[in-house]
T-cell receptor, first 115, second 113 residues
Framework: AQSVTQPDIHITVSEGASLELRCNYS??????LFWYVQSPGQGLQLLLK??????LVQGIKGFEAEFKRSQSSFNLRKPSVHWSDAAEYFC?????????????FGKGTKLSVIP | EAQVTQNPRYLITVTGKKLTVTCSQN?????MSWYRQDPGLGLRQIYY???????DKGDVPEGYKVSRKEKRNFPLILESPSPNQTSLYFC????????????FGPGTRLLVL
């Protein structure tokens, strides 16, 4: 079955440190992949997305993600974390087949930032 | 301002009492969707709509109904709520489909006693 997995439930980093959040998917072809962020008490906001082409994708707020087909991964990175990045991050997946309209989310990774 | 609105934001109800959560968007989006968010489970899609009068089930549709009579509105109906439907609900919309940027509403926190 198609799925998306975020192995880390909670990650804590110090402000200014680098960040990598992991996302793995299970799908036969190349899916459409997304990263969303949810700040406390808020709805979700799209950080970036990957459909095809360049495997390194730049997003908003200084985030980037790299698609690695060989590892079935789409990890989110940021070189220097700010306290305002504390939030929950969700990787999401969509089947790239024709007529697919469903979006499947991972269970999320909560990021805490130590000042 | 472009936005997705949901009402009510908070709701406490009792088992079996029908309720409707409204969702409205002002961006002329074709695609709308409902999700529920539960601790440790992330977001799960309940229903989605590709266009007016066109809806389909997501991953967890049991106990829910939707309708899409006009483009801007996509209400979520719980005909007979049960305690396991206690959750945080989000409505989202996008221009044409799930691969487009989803714009999320602020959420509706529902408690079913």
């Amino acid at each position: 079955a198609q799925s998306v997995t975020q192995p880390d439930i909670h990650i804590t980093v110090s402000e200014g440190a680098s960040l990598e959040l992991r996302c793995n998917y299970s799908y036969g072809a190349t899916p459409y992949l997304f990263w969303y962020v949810q700040s406390p008490g808020q709805g979700l906001q799209l950080l970036l997305k990957y459909f095809s082409g360049d495997t390194l994708v730049q997003g908003i707020k200084g985030f980037e993600a790299e698609f690695k087909r060989s590892q079935s991964s789409f990890n989110l990175r940021k070189p220097s974390v700010h306290w305002s990045d504390a939030a929950e991050y969700f990787c999401a997946f969509q089947d790239s087949g024709a007529g697919s309209y469903q979006l499947t989310f991972g269970k999320g990774t909560k990021l805490s930032v130590i000042p | 301002e472009a936005q997705v609105t949901q009402n009510p934001r908070y709701l406490i109800t009792v088992t079996g009492k029908k309720l409707t959560v409204t969702c409205s968007q002002n961006m002329n989006h074709e695609y709308m969707s409902w999700y529920r968010q539960d601790p440790g489970l992330g977001l799960r899609q309940i229903y989605y709509s590709m266009n007016v009068e066109v809806t389909d089930k997501g991953d967890v549709p049991e106990g829910y109904k939707v309708s899409r009579k006009e483009k801007r509105n996509f209400p979520l109906i719980l005909e007979s709520p049960s305690p396991n439907q206690t959750s945080l609900y989000f409505c989202a919309s996008s221009l044409f489909g799930a691969r487009e940027t989803q714009y999320f509403g602020p959420g509706t926190r529902l408690l079913v006693l």
